[in-house]
């Protein structure tokens, strides 16, 4: 679907006609997700203020869910999509760079027959009466594995999608972060989740969120791309504009170690090797940690330096949650020793599983 966008008006928000009146728009929805520090709520406001510069090309150092390389996609922008998660990556793989690639329903609900066996059982004997049931746990096998199977890496992706996002749903919090099955299956009344929904059956989720992810497929003409780097190790390609979200570090100096949170996802993709990066010693069987500046207080800071030193031809947008290590003050003074000129807009948000009531999201905009 192609719009040619002459006066856009989003959420009582109109965009003069001088800003979109020559641009194209592709009216395609991205799917539900429930990945923590989604960009979801706040995606027309990143919108509003991408449309008021000129560029062609994005790179989206930390993709995460791809909610945002999507809606430069939909602004026909030749996006590179880039996270250090291979699960991540795989997604993108079928929602950004995918030009017409979708998955069948019948093709969603064979996964779950055994077609070649043996299957390996690892899931079920590593995991019990820790995230899943019994019955879920061969599920999940089971299906993983016929996943692997499926030779088109887009249509792969796309199951892959649906697999993810059925495991997150049926989770309480939609993270692995520790050992709560209890939480789902105790007789209890509770004040958080929805019981209906996590015990809906894992065919039935794929089948909708297949569907979902379907409808995000288009081609905006464009040759975009999917990386699965360290953002610092990537150099400068001519990007005309550099889209960076971090994980997030609180002004107490704990990080947000997605690898950590999203560990049994990770899995998922590396199946077959997936027993030998677990580390035993914890009780809900994570990945062995992996060593990453973006979580550390102290490293953060030369990190920010080098990224903004490598694109400072490029236009930079910085997507960050304040108040943080570093302070929007101390991240303004980094990009001004690039000879930036730096806008700053901030849009007051409460975020999923955050008690604290003064959070704001801001964009700092460096040309």
């Known amino acids: 679907m192609k719009l040619l966008v002459t006066n856009l008006v989003e959420e009582n928000e109109t965009f003069q006609k001088t800003l979109v009146s020559d641009r194209i728009i592709y009216d395609v ?11 979801r709520r706040v995606i027309k406001w990143i919108k509003k203020q991408a449309m008021n510069f000129e560029f062609n ?21 030749q996006v590179t999509y880039n996270d ?28 779950f027959h055994q077609t070649n066996p043996p299957y ?21 096998d089971i299906v993983t594995q016929n996943i692997h199977l499926i030779e088109n890496e887009y249509e792969r992706g796309l199951a892959f999608f649906a697999l993810f996002q059925a495991c997150l749903i049926k ?39 297949a569907n979902e992810a379907n409808k995000a497929v288009f081609d905006n003409g464009k040759d975009n791309t999917v990386l699965n780097r360290d953002a610092l190790s990537i150099t400068q ?34 199946y077959d090797v997936w027993k030998e990066q677990v580390d035993f010693k914890s009780k809900h069987r994570r990945l062995r940690s992996i060593d990453n500046p973006w979580h550390d207080k102290d490293r953060i800071y030369e990190a920010f330096n080098m990224l903004f030193e490598e694109f400072r031809n490029s236009i930079i947008m ?29 849009k007051k948000h409460q975020y999923v599983l955050s008690k604290r009531r003064r959070s704001h999201e801001v964009l700092l905009i460096a040309i």
Request: glycine content about 4%.
């Open 57 to 77: 090309s994005v790179l989206d150092c930390f993709g995460g869910t791809g909610i945002v390389s999507h809606l430069f996609k939909r602004l026909e922008k």
């Open 171 to 209: 989770r309480p919090y939609n993270l692995f972060h520790r050992k709560n099955l209890y939480m789902r299956t105790s007789d209890v009344e509770r004040s958080f989740g929805n019981k209906t929904t996590w015990e809906r059956p894992f065919d039935e989720l794929m089948i909708q969120f």
């Open 120 to 140: 390996d059982d690892f899931v079920q004997r590593t995991f019990q009466d820790i995230y899943y049931t019994d019955a879920e746990n061969k599920q999940i």
């Open 84 to 111: 250090y998660l291979r699960s991540n990556v795989v997604m993108a793989k079928a929602l950004i760079e995918n030009r017409d690639v979708t998955i069948s329903t019948k093709k969603i609900a064979d996964l």
């Open 29 to 39: 929805p991205f799917p539900s997700t429930r990945f923590q520090g989604s960009k």
């Open 318 to 346: 910085v997507s960050y949650r304040s108040p943080g290590i570093p302070s929007i003050d101390e991240l303004e003074e980094i990009l001004l020793k690039y000879n930036k000129d730096v806008q700053i807009f901030e």
């Open 237 to 270: 390609q001519d990007y005309d504009l550099i889209y960076v979200d971090t994980p997030y570090i609180s002004p107490k100096g704990v990080g947000v170690d997605y690898h950590h949170f999203y560990h049994f996802l990770e899995g998922l993709v590396q």
